[in-house]
Each structure stands twice: as structure tokens, then as C-alpha cells.
């Protein structure tokens, strides 16, 4: 079997972000896990844009990743996405759709990157099924290398700020790309957004985000094994300079009847590419809090989580199909980030810590924590108590999850993130029940590296 000799249990996240041959976001994301000392991954289950919004400031100090699911909040679109961007930004997390994609290559393109969602526009991560066969992984990498073609490539085009006309008469030239309209692009129903676009365009690096909560968020976590960012050298970034054409739609002329004058929008994005490890913004701070204070901005890319396994009880997901994500993944490892699984999955043919190591994120579903002290309702964190004579097992909701422990998942099974839901979600105080996840997963992350 493919996935019995584990190569990563032991290394910590510090330490495999430097790791050659993988995708530039895997790497980033292993390395903020290390700097902000957070295996956690919130599972944002609400429906509407606010509740999302207040979660995602709650919880956005505790987690590396949020997990939404767009389609079941009820408002979403543009207050959902910019809200989710800047707050993402801010308290430095990914985010992850849990779209779960899973049909042909053409139709999964134009569901990842059109409609109303227009998922590459703002997602970092997303995750999908293989058993359409690999042609699904290579379909979305096609889609989400068009996607940060459009980010990166000279677009010089001019602004119209004069007579007005309405946004269904764009030439076709003049339309934003599928899935861009959220991220650079302002039609009539954002023109309020404008001035916004053209003057505060995103900051390329972490200097122009201001953290106040930084020492405080800090003070609490000493460091540990694996935390220190130090594991690699900075190298030059290199910058890329696009200029994003916004169509001025329906603009007013001024009293006068003035025409109005053509404007060009340019808009600097610095990225760092590390020519071996890839990771941006690693600096050798002397401290946690300097280290999260320069950890830039995450690398223009995308990235694909393949479902290997699930948690869910009588689940159909065999031996054969896990070692076959396995397998896909390894043949498209500059996409595939990781699996959403029950263990770690990483297994080598090789030695050392070569690109030919597997160096897959796994990320697990299914994690509980018995109630805490303060609390006196009985099914608090999704799960109940835990079951007799399973160590590390708690009981499930009655809808087939099944729910363990971090020690178990982190600790015995060697998963590297945690994914929680409604025991996060539905407690009585959010922001300190993320932050007794993260403490607990963090926790069974260094006992593993000690090997207890």
C-alpha cells in the first residue's frame, strides 16, 4: 500500500514549507502555520453574509484556513467576497471553498471560475472528487492558471470617465474576465467602489496591513517545535506590474456638461518566489511577533485539496480509491496541495527530504473536544461525551459524522490540520472556543514532534 512508510510525522511545518518540488501555496500555508502557531481550519456553515463575516472575526486570530461553503449562504456576492478578502488579509488565513467538485473537465472549469460565485476569483483553495478520473485535476489547473494569467500579465487599457452609457453596451473587449469582476473589476453595481480601487489598491506586503492585536495575540503563545520561520533564506522578490482596466459605468457628466477625462489604473503586485523553497515573505525575525508582522501576502496561485477519505459513518471511499488521490496527486504536484483524509497520506520511494518525498497537506474533518469546564450544556462542540472504551473517540451528531480528538488525529494519526465545525460554531462564545481548538491541536502537533 502506497501510504504505510510516513516521511513528514516528524518534521515540523517550518522545516517541510522549505521542501522543494511542491505548490508555492502549500508551502506558504505550512509556513504561516509555523509563524502564527495554528493547525486550525474553521468549517464557516452559515447563511448568511454577516453571520460569515462576524465568524471570520471571531475566529480569524486562531485559524490558518476558513472554510466556507458559498452556495449556502443566502445573500452572497460582492460584500461577502471583499469582506472575506480584507478580514483573510488582516488576521493572515487562507480561504478554502468546499465546493467538492466532481464531473467532467468543461463543466467543472466554468463552475469554478463563472456564475455567480466565480470561486478562482477569490478562493485560495478548493477541493474536488477524482472519480471523474485525473482529467478533473487538470481541468481546474488549466482554469486556475487562466485566472492568474489575467493577475499577472500587462493589461494597459484605458478608464472612460465621460459620456455615460450603460454597462450592457461594453464592447466585448471591455468586459472583465470570467471570475475577475470581484477582484479588479467595477461594473455599474459597484461603481461606488471606484475611488476605492484606483487609490487604495492591495498592499504588497504586510508593512501597510496594520495589526494592533499583534503583541497581545503573541504573548500567549510562547514558542515551540516547529514554530520558528527561520528555515530558509529571503531572496529577492520579483514584481510584476499590471494595469486593470475598471469601466466607469454609467459615470455622470459634472454641471458643466464636461466630458470626462481617461484615466489608467496601475496596480503594483509584489511576489516573492523563492528560487528552491518558494515561499514568500520568510525572514529570520527574532521574534514571533516580527515574524508575523512580515509574513507577506500569499503567492498569486491556487490550490486543489483531493478527497482521499471522508469521516462520515459507512462511507463509500475504499483502500483502492485513497491510493489512487495518492497517486493522482503525486502526478500533479505543483496543483495538489493535499487531501482531505482521516490520516496523513504522505509515503516515498526515496531518501532524504527530496522532491521526491510526498509533502501533502492532510487536513481532517471530524474533530471534537469534550465540553469545556465553563460550560454546562452537554453537546457543546458538535459531540457529546466521549464514547466508553474509545480512547480519543467522541459520539457523532446522529447525521453519521463521527468525531475524534486532536491528539488522536494530529497526534496518532499524523494529520497536519484540523477541520472543526459546529463545535466552533454553535458555542456559546466563539472566539475562545476557536482559540482552545487551536491550543489543543497546536498542543498534539508538538507532542508529536517529541515523539509522545
Keep these: 500500500m502506497s501510504t504505510s512508510t510516513n516521511t513528514t510525522q516528524s518534521i515540523p511545518y517550518g522545516r517541510r514549507a522549505a521542501l522543494p518540488g511542491g505548490n508555492p501555496l502549500g508551502s506558504y500555508l505550512l509556513h504561516l502555520m509555523a509563524v502564527k502557531k495554528t493547525n486550525l481550519c474553521v ?30 449562504v443566502d445573500d452572497f456576492g460582492e460584500r461577502t467576497i471583499k469582506g472575506l478578502r480584507e478580514i483573510s488579509r488582516r488576521k493572515k488565513f487562507l480561504i478554502f471553498e468546499d465546493r467538492k467538485f466532481g464531473d467532467i473537465g468543461s463543466t467543472v472549469q466554468q463552475q469554478y471560475t463563472r456564475g455567480p460565485l466565480q470561486i478562482s476569483a477569490w478562493a485560495h483553495l478548493v477541493n474536488a472528487h477524482v472519480f471523474p478520473g485525473p482529467a478533473i485535476i487538470t481541468a481546474l489547473q488549466s482554469a486556475a492558471e487562466s485566472t492568474i494569467d489575467h493577475l499577472v500579465s500587462n493589461v494597459s487599457t484605458s478608464i472612460s470617465a465621460g459620456t455615460p452609457r450603460p454597462s450592457s ?4 473587449d471591455d468586459r ?47 514558542p515551540g517545535n516547529g514554530s520558528s520561520p527561520g528555515s530558509a533564506s529571503t531572496s ?14 454609467n459615470r455622470r457628466p459634472d454641471d458643466h456638461g ?30 514571533a511577533e516580527e515574524a ?25 471511499f475504499t483502500r483502492e480509491y485513497t491510493d489512487a488521490c495518492v497517486e493522482m496527486a503525486r502526478s ?15 509515503s516515498s520511494a526515496g ?36 464514547r466508553p472504551g474509545s480512547k480519543g473517540m467522541l459520539k457523532g451528531d446522529g447525521l453519521g459524522q463521527q468525531y475524534r480528538t486532536p491528539d488522536v488525529v494530529i497526534g496518532a494519526d499524523g494529520s497536519d490540520i484540523i477541520i472543526v465545525g459546529r463545535g466552533i460554531t454553535q458555542a456559546k462564545d466563539r472566539r475562545k472556543e476557536a482559540e482552545r481548538f487551536r491550543a489543543e491541536g497546536w498542543s498534539a502537533y508538538e507532542k508529536r514532534l517529541k515523539g509522545s
Excluded: W
Excluded at 187 to 204: C, G, L, M, W, Y
Excluded at 236 to 243: D, I, Q, V, Y
Design 236 to 249: 529577492p522578490a520579483a514584481s510584476a506590474t499590471a494595469n486593470f482596466h475598471i469601466p466607469l459605468a
Design 258 to 287: 464636461r466630458k470626462g477625462s481617461v484615466v489608467t489604473a496601475t496596480t503594483t503586485i509584489s511576489q516573492v518566489i523563492e528560487p528552491d523553497e518558494r515561499i514568500p515573505g520568510i525572514s529570520r525575525s527574532s521574534s
Design 176 to 222: 472583465p474576465p470570467p471570475g475577475f469582476e470581484s477582484d479588479f473589476y467595477v461594473s455599474d453595481s459597484r461603481k461606488n467602489s471606484i475611488a476605492e480601487a484606483i487609490e487604495s489598491p492591495p498592499p504588497s506586503n504586510t508593512d501597510d496591513l496594520k495589526t494592533p492585536s499583534a503583541t497581545s495575540f503573541f504573548s500567549s503563545r510562547s
Design 43 to 72: 468549517s464557516a456553515d452559515v447563511n448568511s453574509t454577516s453571520h460569515l463575516l462576524r465568524l471570520a472575526e471571531e475566529v480569524g486570530d486562531s485559524i490558518c484556513i476558513l472554510k466556507t461553503h458559498a452556495d449556502i
Design 351 to 386: 531518501r532524504g527530504l527530496g522532491s521526491d518525498r510526498d509533502n501533502f497537506l492532510s487536513c481532517t474533518p471530524g474533530v471534537g473536544l469534550p465540553p469545556s469546564t465553563s460550560e454546562s450544556d452537554g453537546a457543546v462542540n458538535g459531540s457529546e461525551r466521549a
Design 169 to 172: 453596451d461594453y464592447d466585448e
Design 332 to 346: 500533479h504536484k505543483d496543483f495538489v496541495v493535499g487531501f482531505i483524509s482521516q490520516r496523513n497520506l504522505n
Design 292 to 316: 508575523f508582522r512580515e509574513l507577506s501576502e500569499p503567492p498569486l496561485a491556487r490550490g486543489l485539496l483531493l478527497l482521499a477519505e471522508m469521516s462520515s459513518e459507512k462511507n463509500l
